[in-house]
């Protein structure tokens, strides 16, 4: 990126808004039934946690944790709490955590089929309890489409966040996906390799790019206790710790840079070549695994690195992906290499992208240099992440939905309870 670009942007970027929490939705009287793949309070926030809470204050929110296997549930349900609202500044966002006698079945089709029914209408009849009388169905996987069946929503959409065969190859579309994105209200992708991939199939698609919490990652923040003790420079990665990146660049780079501190931080995937990769660079004097952090605190690490990394492998899955860690780099002001995906060739103003063994490491030199870190760069990157802050994007999808839920017909009267009658 040139000077003048770089000047133009900072011109055009608008300075970040801080924005006032309500204590209640903007529009209580519509609720979001959102289907997700994952429990509440587990792991990495994803995009799906950052959405729906923020969503929150836009509308009233469900999040339906999915049901445990019939094989775990509790067999007691005392002091089980089915309804939660777990954020003190979201009093708009409620977890729904199935009951016990209402678990995951596989098998006979019939009996699944009912307590996956059960378990919908329960968590919807919470937003009726709410004041809701208004339903968005929110689907954020294609094996939660019978909910469309179930359910009589104002609007139905699906969010396409990955690619979910999670294949190294580029396989087609599933005919179950396809079904679903022909048949919802509308669609929102992430990025412009899955839009190309699947948003063809609906005319009423919307690309929403990933985010970030722009205040927190820009921050200053003290070092983290357990990063002060590592040398810089300090070449960083945040994430899971898995098969899909690109082992042999990592242990290239450490292996030929001992003057470089790695500092890898995350949780390590259970796929045996994650594990074996894990082992095998961490034998490295060079390389510090600091293992998993909670989300408050992922901000605090970045900020402290001197190069971050996206060292994604280059195949039929990656393609597809949208880093979660890209704006939050930037955010920082850190500079960033990455690999030559899809998403990141739209960014190769701002982010290194190297392909062979000998380019990451010329990367990562020229990333170190003081040319990389002058004020001029690191507020080219803010600038970049400052317009894809989650508040701003989630404040879209707010007002798409209020768009789409304004042109629907009229189906029911505002008073008729919308659970589909057998």
């Not at 001992?258 to 390389?287: D, K, M, Y």
Request: charged share 25%; aromatic share 10%; with cysteine.
């Amino acid at each position: 990126m040139t000077a003048n670009q770089e000047r133009a942007l900072e011109q055009t970027a608008e300075p970040a808004t801080v924005l006032e929490i309500p204590m209640e939705p903007e529009h209580p009287e519509i609720g979001v039934l959102a289907f997700v793949p994952d429990r509440w309070g587990r792991g990495f926030w994803m995009p799906r946690q950052h959405c729906l809470t923020r969503l929150a204050r836009h509308y009233r929110v469900v999040w339906v944790n999915p049901a445990q296997e019939w094989r775990h549930a509790r067999s007691s349900n005392r002091a089980h709490r089915v309804f939660s609202r777990p954020l003190a500044n979201r009093p708009g966002f409620t977890v729904y955590d199935p009951p016990s006698w209402l678990p995951q079945f596989y098998r006979p089709g019939a009996l699944a089929k009912l307590a996956f029914d059960l378990r919908a209408r329960q968590a919807c009849r919470e937003l009726w309890r709410q004041g809701c009388r208004r339903l968005v169905v929110y689907l954020w996987r294609p094996e939660f489409a019978r909910a469309l069946d179930v359910l009589d929503a104002d609007l139905t959409c699906y969010h396409i966040d990955d690619e979910y065969s999670f294949s190294s190859e580029d396989l087609p579309n599933s005919p179950e996906e396809c079904a679903l994105i022909e048949r919802v209200d509308q669609v929102i992708v992430h990025s412009a390799g899955l839009m190309e991939k699947k948003g063809f199939l609906n005319p009423r698609n919307a690309l929403l790019p990933l985010g970030v919490d722009y205040r927190e990652f820009s921050a200053e923040w003290p070092e983290p206790e357990d990063l002060r003790a590592i040398p810089h420079p300090r070449i960083g990665y945040m994430g899971i710790l898995k098969k899909q990146l690109d082992w042999p660049v990592l242990q290239f780079l450490a292996a030929g840079h001992p003057e470089w501190s790695f500092v890898l931080i995350g949780s390590v995937s259970r796929h045996p070549e994650a594990v074996h990769a894990v082992e095998e660079i961490g034998r490295l004097p060079n390389v510090h695994l600091l293992g998993a952090k909670p989300p408050t605190e992922v901000a605090r690490y970045t900020r402290h690195l001197d190069v971050c990394l996206m060292p994604y492998l280059t195949d039929g899955y990656t393609r597809y992906i949208y880093p979660l860690k890209l704006h939050e780099y930037l955010a920082a002001g850190r500079p960033a290499v990455g690999a030559r995906i899809r998403t990141l060739e739209d960014f190769a103003g701002i982010v290194e992208l190297p392909v062979t063994h000998e380019e990451w490491a010329a990367a990562v030199t020229r990333s170190l240099s003081a040319a990389e870190n002058s004020a001029s760069r690191v507020r080219a990157r803010q600038n970049v992440a400052r317009q894809h802050d989650w508040d701003l994007l989630v404040d879209r999808l707010a007002a798409l939905f209020g768009e789409r839920l304004r042109e629907a017909r009229q189906r029911r009267s505002l008073t008729q309870p919308f659970l589909r009658r057998a």
